[in-house]
């Protein structure tokens, strides 16, 4: 296979039982094989995500003393700006070429957790419309992430909100991200704009990003980059799905590459990562357990996974 696989989420949500069934193997074996696939039909429109970008241009274009207001003193780096080079990818000593700003959920089910959770940062003062916008990007993001792990739990064979269940109310974080055209000593650097990493959480959705570059390793060892078009999106399994489907859906090896000179503009994208709610419990799956097959990893708290990885790639230290 050297195309990522392309599949229409309205096949599951508004089809017939065969279509229904079609997507779930498709989907499904895609997600297990190729580690990427790319959804339509999902129905965020186009020009939310254009006002979403609109936005998030003007945020990276204030300068470094206003963002530097943003950045969640005493945090773990989850919620307002992080800094350009902070985040390197695990086993990595050099800097990605990059810097972002996360915004977390802003409403729980749960009016408890609600209290207890993390509080976004907002740049009202510079950008009072970007709140609105982005917050209302993360809610559709968040649904549709319900229903596609409510796919992956019947590919799986387990009960249908298996997967869901654990990321409602969850640390899911929308990452709006900045990579600024790539200077000289910087291409000499042998840094790159995200070096090769699997992210931490379930799975992860990509609205379209604004260049090209986004690249992903195939399970057989090639890199494959990534093209999407407008009004797609890209999903990936990420390490969390991995750990409690004892790797049967293995998570996906994926990079940004430098542009070329020609194209040396900068390139934001929208990753949205969903993640489990913090305190449960990540166990395998009785169903991806076999003779042939125990259990790879003890149980963790989502939580505590979390606070693992963040520190292998530089988000560890409070900031
Ligand atoms: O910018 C992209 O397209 C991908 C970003 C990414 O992989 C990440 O932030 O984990
Ligand atoms: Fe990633």
Known sequence: MNKVPITNIKQYTEGSLKEKNEFIKIFGKAIQEFGFVIIEGHEVPNKLIQDCYDQIIQLFDLPKNIKSNYIEEGGLGQRGYVSFGLEHAKNNDKGDLKEFW???????????????????????????????????????????????????????????????????????????????????????????????????????????????????????????????QKGQMIVDSGDMLSRITNEIIPSTTHRVVNPINAKNVSRYSLPFFVH????????????????????KFPPILANEFLLQRLREIGLGKKI
């Open 276 to 295: 489990a709610y913090e305190n449960c419990e990540l166990n395998v799956l009785d169903k991806c357990v076999s003779p042939s097959r125990s259990a």
């Open 102 to 228: 996360h915004i977390g959920r802003e409403f729980y089910e749960n009016k408890d957790l609600e209290l207890k959770s993390a509080k976004n940062i907002w740049p009202v003062k510079e950008l009072p419309n970007f709140k609105d916008k982005l917050t209302t990007l993360y809610s559709s993001l968040d649904k549709i992430s319900l229903v596609l792990l409510s796919a992956i739990s019947e590919y799986l064979g387990i009960p249908k909100n298996t997967l869901s269940n654990m990321a409602k109310d969850g640390n899911t974080v929308l990452r709006a991200l900045h990579y600024p055209p790539v200077t000289g000593d910087q291409f000499n650097s042998g840094a790159i704009r995200a070096a090769a990493h699997e992210d931490i959480n379930l799975i992860t959705i990509l609205c379209e990003a604004t260049e090209g570059g986004l690249e992903i390793l195939t399970r057989q060892g090639k890199w494959l980059e990534i093209q999407s």
